[in-house]
């Protein structure tokens, strides 16, 4: 009886302690106090799964992980990067617009809704082996390209350095699989 009566304290204590915060911060605030406090962590609601790609769960993939507040197409999974190394196989990128195709390519094919962050395309390509020093201009010169291989889909922010979402156009599609054609002739 005595350890419900501390455990309960010690609810009471984290409860008011994250009072003042806002409601998604508040809840993962709770979810690690707790844990620390008891050793374990909480069972999470099923729409709260669902937010941080329930539907790669449902596929059998491993689900995306993100930070919160990160857009959906900023993380990765296990499956991008296994992706990317294989068709590195069959084409080695020439230029840096041609890698962040590359990398688009193999994340956008993973995802039921096609679009990724440059972040995401820059952190697959570096894991690779095949970084990029300057993602924005290299997608920049994939949107400009005639006909368009990347397009932007959603920007999140108002300023320039905003979040932006990409997803790569049928255009590019067959850009980089006749790419990967030829590379895989030779």
Same mark, same amino acid.
Do not use: C
């Given at each position: ?78 499956? #991008?990067?296994?992706?990317? *190394? ?5 084409? %080695? =990128? &020439?230029?840096? $617009? ?58 999140? #922010?108002?300023?320039?350095? *905003? ?5 790569? %156009? =049928? &255009?590019?599609? $067959? ?12």
């Amino acid at each position: 009886m005595e350890e419900l009566t501390q455990a309960r304290e010690l609810l009471d204590e984290i409860n008011a302690a994250i009072s003042s915060y806002d409601a998604v911060l508040k809840e993962t605030a709770r979810d690690i106090l707790i844990e620390r406090a008891f050793g374990r962590p909480r069972a999470r609601p099923a729409s709260a799964r669902g937010a941080e790609g329930g539907d790669a769960e449902q596929d059998g993939e491993a689900p995306v992980r993100r930070k919160p507040g990160r857009p959906k197409g900023s993380g990765t999974g296990r499956r #991008g990067s296994q992706q990317v *190394a294989g068709l590195m196989q069959g084409w %080695t =990128p &020439e230029t840096m $617009a041609e890698r962040a195709l590359l990398g688009a390519y193999a994340l956008a094919k993973g995802r039921a809704d096609r679009t990724v962050t440059s972040q995401a395309i820059n952190a697959e390509l570096k894991s690779n082996g095949l970084p990029v020093p300057n993602i924005t201009r290299a997608i920049e010169s994939n949107l400009r390209a005639k006909p368009a291989l990347m397009v932007q889909k959603k920007k999140m #922010g108002t300023t320039r350095q *905003a979040r932006k979402q990409y997803a790569i %156009t =049928p &255009e590019g599609v $067959a850009f980089v699989e006749e790419k990967l054609r030829a590379g895989t002739e030779d």
